[in-house]
């Protein structure tokens, strides 16, 4: 198989106003890069959203890991690579990998994805799409070498640390929640103190039911470790007392000196 | 004067996740790459925030306009177009226009910068920079048809509308609350409903002070018009009662029909 055929790869830059106050790009960015590639990689082969609107079906992120060596820095160019491993009735299983000049690795990406129709909002048959477009885009030999992304479990023992209303600003295209911004969230429940010390070594999220603009959203968290947090996301809807879990997360940070500013 | 020596021109693409529920990009990331515009024009120039840095200087934004006849639909690609029109001893005056293909105006946009000295927090003398450079850039010649950035002035008669707490994500390199992120909560002021019905037509901030990650913002709303409102941002440091105006806005929204939803 030539990976050309099935390997995308696209450039970004790290702007320095998508950096945080050490000049390290935000993960929700970076996290947005990887969705973009992903799109662009889809729309290359026939298969992205803008192809499948009209067929009223979209993609539906189920899962993504992000496992990071180094975070770009504030005007780093770097590369986005991304293909997909797997394809099979109901989800198909796509990989990237976040990449520097001189073959520097800054880190690796899992998602998990399904193809819904937009009417019904059912999954529907992956294999089935278009005479089977995206089983032959799909590349078994290019390797990953993180983790596949962690089924996570949450006991009892969890802490309210964080509610919030959600906004205009929360809600994309898809008419719910972005789902990177779950993650610009989640990284807001830590202070700025936090974040002076620790970077983020890698995220798993689990997308379970959709949020809408409006909708309240608790923050359950568990402590696994000294540095790894299991965080449930718990929906309500605007007057309503029921509690939905719609996304599930698990952030493990690493400690480090962060470069002093100049 | 040739304007292609002064007027820097640069793509972008109306991703789709920051595009909002309707389709359209939203402001505040619009906002920032007009930030990003200014920014590779002053690199190209010889007087960019990396070329200031070691320096012990920076730009700072005082003042930014924006008024759009449409805005970005995802997946356009457009181009922001920057000059300075003006170099005085404390501020210069640099404008922008976003343009679509075939001659297509989306809007345009002023903003006014100091340049100051990082370690006194003081403005410096731009004409004095680098012999002139600055100056030599200036293009007073290429006219910006939308109105100067308008003082915005507030009666007593205001409601506070809401009140955040700032967090991690908020907060930017240079280490205080992000320019473009107050545009965001400012639109964020405005239910789903609302920005269902309405675009904004234009938006006027006046930068007056720095806010820092942990402070809490309040916005104090005047309703000025029907669809045009001042909202004047104070900060409140974290555990301290005293308030301090950050940032005073006009935003000024039109009725529309939004493009319904294929």
Known sequence: MNHLDTVGRYT???EPFHCDFS?????????????????????ERGFSMTVLQPMHKTWVLSRLAIEMNEIPLAYDKFEVETWIEQTMKWFTYRNFSVLGKGGKVYGYGRSVWALIDTDTRQPTDILAFDDGRVKRSTDVKYLCPIDAVSRVKMTD????WHTLVTTYSDVDMNGHINSVKYIEHLLNLWSMTFHAIHSIKRI??????????GDT?????E????LTYAVRIIRQAKGQSTEQEVCRCKVQFAETLRPKKQ
Request: hydrophobic share 50%; glycine share 8%; proline share 0%.
């Open 12 to 14: 970004f830059l790290a």
């Open 23 to 43: 000049g390290r790009l935000f993960l929700s960015h970076l996290g947005n890069h990887l969705l973009n590639a992903a799109d662009f990689h889809a729309h």
């Open 157 to 160: 023992n969890i802490q309210r």
């Open 204 to 213: 798993d999220v689990a997308y379970v039911a959709e949020a809408y603009g």
């Open 217 to 221: 959203l608790h923050f359950d968290v």
């Open 223 to 226: 402590t696994l470790g000294e």
